[in-house]
Nanobody, 124 residues
């Protein structure tokens, strides 16, 4: 099992920045990729960004490309999401997820471990 703990959410004005962190523990040697998803009220959970653990290849949703940056620290088993130029439509609960199975990494079904989520609220 892999346990995930997110931190760094909060309230920020439009145009501001936040940095989310997600620390993994447990069977971290089995990590293939880690990703961030978000879910706004009344909407489905959607892909935000992902990074493969070995090579460090990154993937982004079109809606955040150029504003968000995902990175990883292998020594700390931690993934980060730097969010800049935040917009009110970025408001959501952000979830960290881990994939220990391989394959694709853009869909919720690709992940078998999830964090508890952290609220990000962007005011206009």
């Amino acid at each position: 099992q892999v346990q995930l703990v997110e931190s760094g959410g909060g309230l920020v004005q439009a145009g501001g920045s936040l940095r989310l962190s997600c620390a993994a523990s447990g069977r971290t040697f089995s990590l293939y990729a880690m990703g961030w998803f978000r879910q706004a009220p009344g909407k489905e959970r959607e892909f935000v960004a992902a990074v493969t653990w070995g090579v460090g290849r990154v993937y982004y949703a079109d809606s955040v490309k150029g504003r968000f940056t995902i990175s990883r620290d292998g020594a700390r088993n931690t993934v980060y999401l730097q969010m800049n130029s935040l917009k009110p439509e970025d408001t959501a609960v952000y979830y960290c997820a881990a994939n220990t199975m391989g394959g694709t990494i853009r869909y919720t079904r690709d992940y078998n471990h999830w964090g508890q989520g952290t609220q990000v609220t962007v005011s206009s």
